[in-house]
């Protein structure tokens, strides 16, 4: 829960923070990318966070839960399926449709157990970007694996959302722009209403969209993550420094108007901090100072400064 005060007019003005507002636990805690070992202990550290509600987690074994599970209700856990895809390689958009398969399989695995642990929704990314000739392939591909996670999200009143990654910089996903996402979300929501796109303002810069842009799918949007790209030398990289670190590319000022647009179309979906430390930094430096960005955005927001 988040309030802002601004004075507008001479007449203090304080308004309540109009969406939840989350935190990618395995970005603030990168080891967690690589291995879930104490991943229970690095959520009891930020579970009491007063400004936080939604908590977006990678798979874990249940005795690493079992440490987390009594704040279902009093918090919010979402399922993060990213790092399936992006660091071991599991592949939801490929060509072998046996790859296909066994890739939809693992994803559905944790999705129910998401489902049985009461979690609110699951997302992911696309597989790697393929050559223009085999890319419609690779969309139905995706598509099908979206289908099959919806199918089984919805018998647990979950949503599932799929991420959009630059696709020529740094991770070079299929997915892509948000045009691309919207067409191939559209497709699977003629049969699973449950599907969204998530937008993250940190990838704005690889894929050179403005938050404008989202004024055109005000209906397919799900979920926002806010971050940063990081620039180094010549390259755009899909790094999430922190706020204020060099080369990091977004503000208070973009977030601003990023919430700006969400205010305009109506948005009633989750907003998730995706912030990660930097060698001289702690987690709860970087938490700290990405909440006294979106503060601030906040207040620009509510005096028309944007």
Known sequence: MLYAGILKKGVEVVARFPWKIGVVVFMLYPELLKSDEGAGDKVLE??????????????????????????????????????????????????????????SERLIEETRRAGERGMVAVALCSGPTVPENDR????????????????????????????????????????????????????????????????????????????????????????????????????????????????????????AKLLAVLNDIGYRGAISFEVKPEADQTPQEVLATAETVLLRAFQLFLSGAV
């Not at 895809?85 to 046996?98: H, Q």
């Not at 989202?214 to 993550?225: A, F, N, T």
Request: proline content about 5%; hydrophobic content about 40%; some cysteine.
């Open 46 to 103: 930020i579970v009491h966070d007063p400004i936080l509600d939604l908590y977006e987690v990678a798979p874990m074994r249940d005795e690493e839960w079992k440490k987390i599970a009594q704040y279902v209700g009093y918090k919010s856990f979402a399922l993060a399926l990213q790092p399936e895809v992006l660091v071991r390689g599991i592949n939801p958009n490929a060509l072998n449709e046996e790859e296909r398969r066994k890739a």
């Open 136 to 255: 419609d392939r690779a969309l139905g591909s995706l598509e099908k694996t979206l289908s099959e996670l919806a199918e089984v999200a919805a018998q647990y009143r979950m949503n599932v959302y799929l991420e959009t990654f630059d696709y020529d910089k740094d991770k070079r996903r299929l997915i892509g722009p948000l045009s691309l996402a919207a067409k191939v979300v559209e497709r699977v929501r003629q049969n699973y209403t449950n599907v969204y796109i998530m937008w993250d303002l940190s990838h704005s810069p690889l894929l050179d969209e403005d938050p404008e842009i989202l004024r055109s799918y005000p209906d397919l949007l799900g979920h926002i993550h806010i971050g940063c790209a990081k620039k180094v030398d010549d390259k755009l990289l899909d790094w999430h420094p922190g706020f204020y670190r060099k080369g990091a590319l977004n503000t208070e000022k973009e977030v």
